[in-house]
C-alpha cells in the first residue's frame, strides 16, 4: 500500500542521468529554461508548473536528461530562482544535491540596467557587486548605477 502511494505521488517521470531543478517559482519557470537555454537542447526535458509545495504556495520542476550545469549556469539560476535546488542524478539515485544561492559577485550574466554604461556600448564584460540578496539588488562595477531585481537583464 505504501509504495502505491508513492506512485501515486510521482507526478513527473524519473530519470536515469542527468539534473533536476526544483522548489523554482511558477512563475519563473519559462525564465529558467530561456536563460539556460534548454529550447536549443537535444536532450529530454520534463517540466511541470504549479505542482503542490510544502514549502512555496505552487512550484514548477524542470528535470534535464544528460545534463549537468556548471557555476556560470547555477548563478543565472540563482538570479531568477534564488530557492532553487539541484538535484544530481546517476543510475536513477539523487548522488548531490546543491542549493542555488545568490552569488556576491554576478560578472557576465546580467546587462547594466543604465544605457549610458561603458559595457552597453564597448566589448565589456559586466560586472556587479550584489548589495542585497532579498530582493536581488545589483551595483555596476563601472557606472555605478543601481539595477533592482524588477529591473535585470540576463545575458
Known amino acids: 500500500m505504501k509504495e502505491q502511494k508513492k506512485k501515486l505521488k510521482l507526478k513527473v517521470s524519473a ?3 542527468g539534473t533536476v531543478i526544483d522548489h523554482i517559482p511558477s512563475e519563473s519557470l519559462f525564465d ?6 534548454l529550447d536549443k537542447t537535444r536532450n529530454m526535458i520534463t517540466f511541470g508548473a504549479n505542482l503542490d509545495s510544502g514549502k512555496l504556495t505552487n512550484k514548477a520542476i ?5 545534463q549537468f550545469f556548471e557555476n556560470d549556469d547555477i548563478n543565472r539560476i540563482a538570479l531568477i530562482a534564488p530557492h532553487a535546488k539541484l538535484n544530481i542524478i546517476r543510475d536513477y539515485e539523487v548522488v548531490e544535491k ?6 556576491d559577485r554576478v560578472v557576465g550574466i546580467v546587462k547594466c540596467f543604465n544605457p549610458k554604461c561603458i559595457t552597453n556600448a564597448e566589448p565589456i564584460t559586466t560586472s556587479f ?3 542585497s540578496k532579498e530582493p ?3 551595483k555596476c562595477k563601472y557606472c555605478e548605477k543601481i539595477t533592482h531585481e524588477k529591473q535585470m537583464v540576463i545575458k
Open 62 to 66: 524542470i528535470k534535464v536528461s544528460n
Open 98 to 103: 546543491k542549493v542555488v544561492e545568490v552569488p
Open 129 to 131: 557587486l550584489v548589495i
Open 32 to 37: 529558467v529554461i530561456s536563460i539556460l537555454e
Open 136 to 138: 536581488i539588488t545589483l
Open 15 to 17: 530519470i536515469s542521468e
